[in-house]
């Protein structure tokens, strides 16, 4: 069972149809209720699940105490502020203490967790950092998020290809200038 109201929001999207004087009844218009409201059920699923089950995989037999990286997971999200999309990529770097690792995949699906909600990128950025820190309990996590926000491409200032960056600092990454410097070179590099 859904834990989203579809059709509350279904009646949402024909009220706003109305109130911007179109008509939800026209022919382009009809089903637009119904999708927005699948839609909207997709993109903020992250609301109904905790990231933490995702590190819930643990791998120990390889001890590697190495740094790890996943560059240029994509993402999208929606602006809580405006509810219109933000989108870009996020990488993660972390040292696994005592060889305690997490899939490859549990990474990314933990940032999908984080952007499937209405959201800030500062949060998606601290949320990724604290969660890798509290469930693998690594020597250090470094989160570096790179997004377009469309609420300044489309409306507002209407800047587009103006990115913002965001970055959090765990653990060993700040104290270590020389970890710090490895994890952002191999971010960084193209």
Avoid: W
């Avoid at 026209?26 to 059920?41: H, K, N, Q, S, W």
């Avoid at 995989?57 to 929606?78: A, G, K, T, W």
Wanted: aromatic share 6%; charged share 30%; net charge negative.
């Amino acid at each position: 069972m859904s834990k989203v109201d579809k059709d509350k929001i279904r009646n949402a999207v024909r009220d706003i149809l109305e109130a911007i004087g179109e008509d939800p009844d026209r022919e382009g218009l009809i089903g637009t209720p119904d999708r927005v409201a699948r839609m909207y059920e997709e993109i903020f699923a992250g609301i109904h699940q905790d990231p933490r089950e995702h590190l819930k995989v643990i791998f120990q037999e390889e001890s590697h105490e190495e740094l790890v990286l996943v560059r240029d997971i994509p993402f999208y999200s929606c602006c809580e502020h405006h509810i219109v999309p933000f989108f870009g990529k996020a990488h993660i770097a972390y040292i696994p203490k005592g060889g305690k690792l997490t899939g490859l995949s549990k990474l990314a699906r933990v940032v999908d967790t984080f952007a499937k909600r209405p959201q800030l990128q500062e949060r998606i950025t601290k949320g990724i950092a604290d969660i890798i820190m509290e469930e693998l309990e690594p020597y250090g996590v470094i989160v570096v998020v790179e997004a377009e926000h469309m609420c300044m491409t489309m409306r507002g200032i209407k800047k587009p290809g103006s990115k913002t960056t965001t970055s959090a600092v765990r653990g060993i990454f700040e104290k270590d200038i020389a970890s710090r410097a490895e994890a952002m070179s191999l971010i960084t590099m193209k």
